[in-house]
């Protein structure tokens, strides 16, 4: 019996004109990502559980994807456990791999691991698929890109600044015009928790704070409290869940609800130091916006967090992200080593652009430039010759593979959206020409191989 063809849930495949313009996005992000002076690293696909595991909190371990042992490593299965109900023990007998969850983790271990080999401050920027067990929506994949970039070895604030200003050069290039770049403090997060009496619950309070724009504040309360967070240490947070005004209001709102904190104080100043630089700096199109409730659910950030929203009127969640981590790396025994990092959502930036109809024209059409169409051996033998001369000059040509009716190699071009093709037959040979059709005018002109070519180079 024949399968169903079907794909697995939250993964997609892609056309060659989704393609095109992925690769449109991704060409941007990359000439940027040179530009600011990153440099390419891969990773792979795949790393060690135990590089993986423990570095996301329990929610973003249990959205791993775990692979099983094969072979003779099946027989080392905690059988124990299983028989005394601990299944995550048992779970992890199973599997001494899994999928990369993120970029920033596998980067981490890449830092520690040719610590001997790197320039520090390193700068690297990586583009490659992520997986995570997720519930697939729109906006929300299990195999999905991630573009990163990340400077490791300083904790000048000037990263941040920069980082900033690399979001803005991407989504100015991309003409994405109106998206917010959100920007918090893990330490004022914290200088928070201390206020309300929950410093040791902080990850369960950013996890909560987190989902503020997804189930509202009502919701996020009900969690805090579900999650021993004390009543009147919550009612303390209203302020934040209502907090108005610009930036600077902003901060002077915070002072006065952190008070002597000294965690809060260094937060505040940060937040301070990179505002006011990208206030005299200037941005081209984004908006640098305060977000007191910006959390980031990732155990790993120590200081600023940013994530990026799409313009007003676009229903998608953030298209950007990322944060400062001071000691990421010393889970794999490098120490004091600062980082910060950002990345941007490919797909979901896909989405938006084609929402928005911001694709460029020529991202969406076919790569060839001109069909040769097929009468026979002989033709398509003079055919090809031109072909190798257009081909050696960088022009996408090709020739239809069967002699089929002159009509049905129309219809192909037209719905590959070719814009010209050649035609040659029995005169054309003679005369040593080509008769090159117009696909958009209908218009036909014959020249020779010279013009031929003059017409595809600019």
Excluded at 98 to 118: C, G, H, S
Excluded at 326 to 355: C, M, N, P, Q, Y
Aim: glycine content about 8%; aromatic content about 10%.
């Amino acid at each position: 019996m024949a399968t169903k063809p079907r794909i697995a849930k939250g993964t997609r495949d892609f056309n060659a004109q989704q393609i095109a313009q992925r690769e449109y996005i991704f060409s941007t992000i990359k000439s940027n990502f040179k530009r600011f002076g990153f440099a390419p690293i891969e990773t792979p696909s795949f790393e060690l559980s135990e590089t993986l595991l423990g570095k996301y909190g329990d929610e973003g371990d249990r959205l791993i994807f775990k692979i099983l042992n094969s072979g003779d490593k099946v027989k080392k299965a905690d059988l124990k456990a299983l028989e005394d109900g601990q299944l995550a023990r048992f779970s992890n007998s199973l599997s001494e791999k899994a999928l990369r969850y993120d970029l920033t983790v596998p980067f981490a271990r890449y830092v520690a691991q040719y610590q001997n080999d790197i320039t520090f401050p390193f700068k690297r920027y990586q583009i490659q698929p992520v997986w995570r067990a997720d519930r697939p929506q729109k906006g929300r994949f299990q195999e999905f890109y991630q573009c990163d970039a990340d400077a490791v070895g300083s904790d000048s604030l000037w990263q941040e600044v920069e980082f900033i200003q690399l979001y803005d050069a991407v989504f100015s290039d991309l003409k994405l015009e109106g998206v917010t770049i959100k920007i918090n403090n893990r330490k004022i997060l914290a200088a928070i928790a201390e206020r309300i009496g929950a410093q040791d619950k902080l990850i369960d309070f950013t996890f909560a704070l987190d989902k503020l724009d997804k189930i509202g504040a009502e919701k996020v309360k009900e969690e805090m409290l579900q999650k021993g967070i004390p009543s009147d240490g919550i009612e303390t947070l209203q302020p934040l869940f209502n907090m108005t005004g610009d930036f600077q209001d902003q901060l002077a709102a915070l002072k006065s609800l952190l008070g002597s904190s000294e965690i809060g104080s260094a937060g505040l100043s940060e937040l301070e130091f990179i505002s006011t630089t990208i206030k005299n700096l200037g941005l081209k199109t984004a908006i640098l916006k305060l977000d007191v409730t910006l959390a980031r659910g990732l155990n790993y950030y120590t200081g600023a967090i940013f994530e990026v929203s799409a313009p007003e009127g676009v229903a998608m969640g953030s298209i950007g992200g990322g944060g400062r981590y001071d000691d990421l790396t010393s889970i794999f025994g490098l120490k004091g080593v600062s980082g910060v990092g950002i990345s941007f959502g490919l797909d979901r930036i896909a989405l938006v652009l084609e929402e928005l109809n911001l694709f460029p024209e020529n991202s969406t059409q076919s790569t060839t430039q001109v069909l040769f169409a097929n009468f026979g051996s002989n033709e398509s033998l003079y055919s090809y010759k031109a072909i190798q001369s257009l081909r050696s000059r960088g022009i996408v040509a090709e020739l239809y593979p069967d002699p089929s009716k002159l009509k049905k190699q129309i219809t192909y071009a037209n719905k590959r959206g070719i814009p010209y093709v050649v035609l040659v037959g029995d005169e054309e040979m003679a005369a040593n020409t080509f008769t090159l059709k117009n696909m958009s005018t209908g218009t036909q002109e014959t020249v020779d191989l010279k013009t031929l070519i003059s017409s595809f180079i600019s």
